[in-house]
């Protein structure tokens, strides 16, 4: 049986339709002093504007975790956009989990 899996991992590595593409966004996100915020920037020119959803989990200053999500869109050229704000958070729990899709 591990011959197969062997087989399947070099077959699937040398396929000539897997590519690499790189990330059209970035973000980065931080909570304290009482308050959470979320930036992101479109960092690729050549990419489409960009559909995109977060989720991230934070600790309030109550004690409690609350789960964040929400979309947002960046169009090509938009820089160090606040995509979430919020207050009443001492920690991020989790770093900022942002998925993005692209279509021309």
Not at 46 to 51: C, E, I, K, S
Not at 63 to 86: C, H, R, W
Not at 90 to 102: Q, W
């Amino acid at each position: 049986m591990n011959w197969l899996k062997i087989a399947t991992v070099a077959a699937l590595a040398g396929w000539p339709g897997i590519a690499l593409a790189r990330e059209a966004v970035s973000c980065g996100g931080a909570a304290m002093l009482g308050g959470a915020q979320l930036n992101c920037s479109h960092v690729e020119p050549q990419a489409p504007p960009q559909f995109c959803t977060f989720s991230w989990a934070l600790h309030t200053s109550a004690g409690d975790q609350k789960i964040v999500e929400g979309s947002f869109m960046l169009p090509p050229g938009a820089s160090n956009v606040t995509v979430y704000q919020g207050s009443g958070f001492d920690s991020a729990l989790s770093d900022p989990i942002v998925i993005c899709r692209g279509d021309k």
